[in-house]
């Protein structure tokens, strides 16, 4: 008797801002709107914040999370994760408009049992304007970043999973700057890489040194899910 699948585990989480600053005073600063899909369960969570500051040091205008994860018709399942921080501002050296990581998974389960795990993209991710000491950043996000909607849907049909340009690992230079520290963007990577299951995107890390010394990750999310009993990729 052929394999049927018995449900579809949707696994995402998402935290718009995390770290802490380390000198010259130490404050954790926690994770801000961090949430998650709940026993790989269906759903809609959001949460918001506005107006955060710790002095001059660090701020932001506006910071959102959203995890929407459901069925779309009788065989597509699809999980949205979004992390957005707008009006950043670190000391006044670093200012960025907005920061949007967001990953999106699509699985179709005519294709179980012989794949169990959905493709994922970062569909809708970007950075505007990463400014220091007032300079606008030229940023090279990976090719995924900017692929059109024919690539997309292409690649979310299957048609594209030999493709490396949409497969996470293109790891874009980080911004060194002297006497404040460095920006890395666009870290797209397999959570367990052999596995090639989970993705992790951190749009926007800050190590920072010198005089104001932070580790600040803005626009965190991770996505994955599998097709229920698993039986092979």
């Known amino acids: 008797m052929p394999q049927t699948m018995q449900k579809y585990l949707f696994k995402a989480h998402a935290v718009a801002l995390s770290g802490s600053i380390r000198k010259p005073y130490h404050q954790e600063l926690g994770d801000h709107l961090a949430i998650a899909t709940y026993a790989g369960s269906r759903g809609r969570t959001e949460c918001s914040n506005r107006d955060f500051a710790i002095g001059e040091d660090?701020?932001?205008d506006f910071a959102y999370t959203e995890i929407v994860a459901g069925q779309t018709d009788a065989n597509i399942y699809q999980t949205t994760v979004t992390a957005q921080v707008k009006?950043?501002?670190?000391?006044?050296?670093?200012a960025v408009d907005e920061v949007t990581c967001r990953l999106r998974s699509v699985y179709d389960s005519r294709t179980y049992p012989g794949r169990c795990l959905p493709r994922i993209l970062p569909v809708g991710?970007?950075?505007?304007?990463?400014r220091i000491d007032g300079q606008v950043q030229e940023l090279r996000m990976p090719p995924a970043f900017f692929a059109d909607q024919k690539s997309h849907d292409a690649f979310f049909a299957g048609d594209r999973d030999q493709d490396t340009v949409?497969?996470?690992?293109?790891?874009?230079?980080?911004?060194?700057?002297?006497?404040?520290?460095?920006?890395?963007?666009?870290?797209?990577?397999?959570?367990?890489?052999?596995?090639r299951h989970q993705q992790r995107l951190t749009m926007l890390r800050l190590a920072l040194g010198s005089d104001f010394?932070?580790?600040?990750?803005?626009?965190?999310?991770?996505?994955?899910?599998?097709?229920?009993p698993p039986t092979s990729p």
Not at 87 to 94: D, F, M, V
Not at 177 to 182: I, P, Q, S
């Open 58 to 60: 660090i701020a932001y």
């Open 213 to 228: 010394g932070a580790e600040v990750d803005v626009g965190s999310g991770d996505s994955d899910g599998i097709g229920w």
């Open 87 to 94: 009006g950043l501002r670190i000391g006044k050296r670093l």
């Open 166 to 195: 949409f497969q996470p690992g293109f790891i874009p230079e980080p911004i060194h700057v002297a006497g404040f520290g460095t920006v890395f963007y666009a870290e797209w990577t397999w959570v367990h890489p052999q596995e």
């Open 125 to 130: 991710s970007t950075i505007r304007n990463l």
